[in-house]
Structure formats: structure tokens, C-alpha cells
């Protein structure tokens, strides 16, 4: 069970993985849309270096770029990376648009873009814990992809509480 398949083994287990989101082709082609739909025409993509992410990029990310006409640019970075020097790099590359698969490195991340002079949008995914930790000068075209609603949220919308009940009656089975 989790909630976005980032490895390419766990988006082809259909049927042996329960993701609560959409496959990485849905959702890595979906992020580069939304920068389309922004206006972005240099995408910078920050992604952690291992085998999964330059898979992502090669076969869904990039493809999704040329298609819509939007220049991408993968940037890998160790598990803890100078996000001053990273923010740098892909600022001197001439992006417009960020998409930022960093979820425990978010937070310095885009202080460090918004601290360089960076004033595009930036996608960081499923990570709105960031939103109380940040600045909202600092979250200003900052966008998210989270469509989770936790059981303990408050007044969860209407429309997403059939979801959930579905959500938490199979979770109940499981255990």
C-alpha cells in the first residue's frame, strides 16, 4: 500500500499494490501539464538520483515536455543535497517552472529557490505539509498535487466523503 508508485516495479503491480493515487505516468506527465498550463517553457525537474527517478524522466517526464513544446532539464541530487548550490544550478539553466520531487528535502528547497530570486511556479507534489512551515510570500505559485484527506482532517468536503468511507471501510479489512 502507498501512496504514489515511484518505482516502476510498484506502477506495474496492479493488482498486488494499492496506490491512493494515480499511476506515474498519470501523475509525472499530469505535473508537467499543470507547468503547460502555467505558462512554463523551461522546466526544471529535481528528483533524487537513483535508477527510479532517471526512468521517470527518461521514459515519462521528458517525452510529456517534448509533446507539449516545454524544454525539460532533469536535476538529480543525492539524498541530502546544498539546496543553495542546486537552486543556483537550475536557476543559472534559465527555468521558469520547477517541479520538485523532494519530499523531505521541500521545505529548503523552495526557500532556497525563493531566496535566489526564483519567482515561478513550483510544483512540490503531494507536500502540503510545507504550507504552516513557510512564509505565504514564499508559497506565492507554489502548487500541489495532494487529493488525501486524512481521517482526522476537519470538514472534509462533501464530495470526497463517499472516498473516504470507501477508503477507510477497505483499510478496516486489511487489518
Request: aromatic share 10%; hydrophobic share 45%.
Given at each position: 500500500m502507498g501512496s504514489?508508485?515511484?518505482?516502476p516495479g510498484a506502477n506495474a503491480a496492479t493488482g498486488?499494490?494499492?496506490m491512493m493515487f494515480?499511476?506515474?505516468?498519470?501523475?509525472?506527465?499530469?505535473?508537467?501539464?499543470?507547468?503547460?498550463?502555467?505558462?512554463?517553457?523551461?522546466l526544471a525537474v529535481a528528483m533524487v538520483d537513483n535508477a527510479a527517478s532517471r526512468a521517470s524522466y527518461?521514459?515519462?517526464?521528458?517525452?510529456?515536455?517534448?509533446?507539449l513544446g516545454i524544454d525539460t532539464k532533469a536535476f538529480y541530487f543525492p539524498a541530502a543535497t546544498d539546496w543553495a548550490v542546486m537552486s543556483a544550478t537550475i536557476l543559472s539553466?534559465?527555468?521558469?517552472g520547477v517541479s520538485l520531487y523532494a519530499s523531505s528535502e521541500a521545505v529548503p528547497a523552495v526557500q532556497a529557490?525563493?531566496?535566489?530570486?526564483?519567482?515561478?511556479?513550483?510544483?512540490v507534489g503531494s507536500n502540503t505539509d510545507i504550507i504552516p512551515q513557510l512564509d505565504a510570500s514564499m508559497l506565492d505559485k507554489v502548487t500541489f498535487n495532494?487529493?488525501?484527506?486524512?481521517?482526522?482532517?476537519?470538514?472534509?468536503p462533501d464530495e470526497i466523503k463517499?472516498?473516504?468511507d470507501a477508503f477507510n471501510r477497505y483499510t478496516a479489512e486489511l487489518q
Amino acid at each position: 500500500m502507498g501512496s504514489f508508485p515511484l518505482t516502476p516495479g510498484a506502477n506495474a503491480a496492479t493488482g498486488d499494490a494499492y496506490m491512493m493515487f494515480f499511476s506515474a505516468e498519470e501523475g509525472y506527465a499530469g505535473g508537467v501539464v499543470q507547468h503547460a498550463n502555467n505558462g512554463t517553457k523551461k522546466l526544471a525537474v529535481a528528483m533524487v538520483d537513483n535508477a527510479a527517478s532517471r526512468a521517470s524522466y527518461d521514459d515519462i517526464i521528458e517525452p510529456a515536455g517534448e509533446k507539449l513544446g516545454i524544454d525539460t532539464k532533469a536535476f538529480y541530487f543525492p539524498a541530502a543535497t546544498d539546496w543553495a548550490v542546486m537552486s543556483a544550478t537550475i536557476l543559472s539553466w534559465g527555468a521558469d517552472g520547477v517541479s520538485l520531487y523532494a519530499s523531505s528535502e521541500a521545505v529548503p528547497a523552495v526557500q532556497a529557490l525563493r531566496g535566489a530570486g526564483f519567482t515561478g511556479y513550483i510544483d512540490v507534489g503531494s507536500n502540503t505539509d510545507i504550507i504552516p512551515q513557510l512564509d505565504a510570500s514564499m508559497l506565492d505559485k507554489v502548487t500541489f498535487n495532494a487529493t488525501i484527506y486524512p481521517p482526522s482532517a476537519v470538514e472534509i468536503p462533501d464530495e470526497i466523503k463517499p472516498d473516504m468511507d470507501a477508503f477507510n471501510r477497505y483499510t478496516a479489512e486489511l487489518q
